[in-house]
Structures are given as C-alpha cells and as structure tokens.
C-alpha cells in the first residue's frame, strides 16, 4: 500500500517519496494548508501492513506501522505518539506513547495492537505525532483500509446409532475442517434434557485443513423418538477463538426386530423327590442376545436351580435340561429366563406343568435250592434213612 498524506482538513499534501509534514512551533502557530519552506521536515508514514490482512471479527490484529525521518531532515525526530481513529473521530481505536526517537535518514516499525468486533470495511486514519530537537511539532496522518470478514467455519453433523431403549448408543458428531489453515484447541460439549449422555465433552489438539474428526458421545434414552441436542464447538482459528452452538433432533431409533428369547418343547417332570425341566430356548429376533440363564425358581416345595446358556445368535437355539429338588407333589414350576440384548437386560417367567411318573419298586427275588423243611421233619427223614441202612447190612 503506497503512502499518502493529508493535510488538517483531510485534502492530500503533495506526493513525495518522503512525505513533507506539517510542522506546528512550541507557539501554536495556526496550522497551514502545505508545509513552508523554512519548517518543512522530510518525515512520514512510509507503510501499514496489516496481519493478518483480512481479519476475523474479535481477532488479534497488528498494524505495522513504518516511519522514516528522511535524510534531507534538519532534525532528529521524537515520536511521542501513534494511534488510530475513525476520521472525525477523537476516540482512539488504539494507541502507542514514547516510542523513541528517529534518526536523519533512518526508519523505524511499530507494532499497533488491534481488533475490530464487527465485520465490514474499516475507514481509518493512523495518526503519528512527534517532536524535532528545537521543540517543534509534526503530525502526519495515514489513510488506512482494513476488510474485516467473518471466517470460513468448521462444518459440525451429528449421526445416532440404532438401538434399543435403554441401551448404550453412540451419538457420533463429525468436524469437519474446511478452512485452507489448521485450526487448533477443539473441545465439543453436548448435553441434553432427554439423552443420558454418559461422556459429555470431547478435544482434540488441532484438525489440519480439509480433514475431518469423529468423537463419540456414548448415550441413552428411554424411548425411542426423536429427543434435542445440543452440541457446541469451541476452537481457536488464527490466535482467535471460536464458538458454534447449534441445537439438533436427531431420532434414536430402535430396531425393528431385535434379539428375543422364547422357549419349546418344555417339559416338566416329577419323579419321586426329583424334577426335571428340558426346554429349547431360541432367538426370535434378527440381532445376538447374551448371557442367557434359565431358572427353576425357589417355592415352598422346589428348591432352586439355574442352568447357564450363554450366548444365542439371532435365529439360532440352544436345549437344556435342569434338575431340582422337590417335596411331597407339585403340579407346576415357575420357570425364569434372563439374558441381555444390546446392553439391556431382559427377564420373562413362564409356569409349567408338571407329570409326574411313578416310582417302580422291584418284585423279592428267592435264592436257589429246596425249601426249608421244619427241623422235625428233618429229624424224621434222617432217622428212616439210618434205619433202612442198618437193616441192608
């Protein structure tokens, strides 16, 4: 940007390479409309460089401002002061004092701190002021053009896992980076009256650009539907942070057919002080349930008795056979079934009947040979049988 200079009433003095100034004595002389002769001062604004050149509303901006105290000067220069105005405007935008002093023929920068808190095409003036060795005065005026524009944001989706009410789900909200820098210090919190979320913030120390992060917000709800969330991205872009808040309704949806226990071909049996329960459980459903276990409750005449299935894939069946205590006669036996899908345990009891199947007892059996005769029998027949022998010989 060349220099240029403008006089009190803001027309343009003539253009040098080195701008002559006005020069006001320690008398208050009235101020003339060109420099005179006499007082004239090779000293001006030489430059402004503005960084960064098109700032965001609320960022951290600096004016370089470049003075040059010619070689031709009477005089070293002091700088008393530099600032920024609006042109007809005594409120400074911003504002040095005793910066230093200049040379003949050298130049000096100084750094002005600045930022603007709306967008839009800043007019401005950027005024130095100084003193020359035998008191007198110089002020030179700078026109100045600054385009403040609101930033290229970063792009902020949320997505909603499916499953069932009362399950963990993952909210996934995406950023995406389609600013031409990185942008650094990323930290987004969610939070909701309806979702449970179970994580409520997450950061990230910077997104390069034209690249996307997805943080997973674990969460649950009690019914499917669609419930409000409220997202809020901070970051810092260029030294200046940022803050994008938006309020979405995603719906949480369960699936249309999720994992289901049922139970077959059951059969209850009491023999004597036992029962016997056998049953198929099977998966109805079109996702995975765990932990399946299968339970004779505890009664007054059945002593509990649990059975372990695991794991049954959707379509998918496992038997199983429990046996139980039990005293004097039943007619039926709660049977509990638990198991868990997508994270929620589920629970259902079902009664059965019981047969019951007699108890055989086993015929006495007799040993082999003859019969037990009376010993008075016996007596008998031996005694015949001595005298028979007797009477032969």
Do not use: C
């Not at 349930?289 to 004779?296: F, L, P, S, T």
């Not at 007054?300 to 199983?320: A, K, P, T």
């Not at 108890?359 to 007596?379: D, I, N, Y």
Request: cysteine-free.
């Amino acid at each position: 940007m060349s220099p240029k200079l403008l006089d009190g009433d803001g027309s343009p003095v003539a253009p040098w390479f080195l701008a002559a100034v006005i020069v006001l004595s320690t008398a208050a002389a009235p101020l003339l409309a060109a420099p005179a002769a006499a007082n004239g001062a090779h000293i001006g604004i030489t430059d402004v460089q503005v960084t960064p050149d098109e700032p965001a509303p609320g960022q951290q901006t600096e004016l370089s401002v470049s003075i040059r105290n010619g070689q031709d000067s009477p005089s070293v220069v002091d700088v008393t002061d530099i600032y920024v105005r609006r042109p007809g405007s005594s409120d400074d935008i911003t504002r040095v004092e005793d910066v230093g002093t200049i040379p003949i023929g050298e130049n000096i920068s100084v750094p002005l701190p600045v930022s603007f808190d709306k967008s839009g095409v800043k007019d401005l003036r950027v005024v130095f002021a100084g003193r020359l060795k035998d008191g007198s005065h110089v002020r030179v005026r700078y026109p100045l053009t600054v385009d403040v524009r609101e930033p290229t944001r970063p792009q902020v989706e949320l997505s909603v896992e499916e499953a069932v009410p009362g399950a963990t789900r993952s909210v996934n909200v995406t950023v995406a980076n389609g600013i031409d820098r990185d942008i650094r210090q990323l930290k987004v919190v969610s939070s909701s009256a309806d979702v449970n979320f179970t994580v409520n913030e997450r950061v990230k120390a910077k997104l390069a650009a034209g690249k996307a992060v997805t943080f997973d917000f674990p969460a649950r709800v009690s019914e499917a539907g669609q419930h409000p969330v409220n997202l809020t991205l901070h970051y810092v872009d260029r030294g200046v942070h940022h803050e994008i808040s938006r309020t979405y309704h995603p719906r949480f949806t369960s699936p249309t057919n999720p994992g289901k226990i049922v139970l077959t071909d059951v059969r209850a049996t009491q023999t004597g002080g036992t029962l016997e329960v056998s049953a198929t459980a099977g998966n109805v459903g079109s996702s995975s349930v765990k932990g399946v276990v299968v339970e004779i409750a505890d009664t007054e005449r059945v002593d509990r008795s649990n059975y372990f299935v695991g794991s049954i894939e959707d379509s998918d069946f496992s038997s199983f056979t429990l046996k139980s205590d039990v005293e004097g006669n039943v007619s039926s036996v709660p049977v509990e079934v638990s198991y868990t899908v997508g994270g929620v345990q589920k629970s259902f009891t079902t009664e059965v009947d019981v047969s019951r199947r007699a108890v055989r007892r086993p015929a006495p059996q007799q040993s082999g040979g003859l019969p037990l005769l009376p010993v008075g029998g016996a007596a008998s027949v031996l005694l015949v049988g001595a005298v028979v022998y007797l009477w032969r010989r």
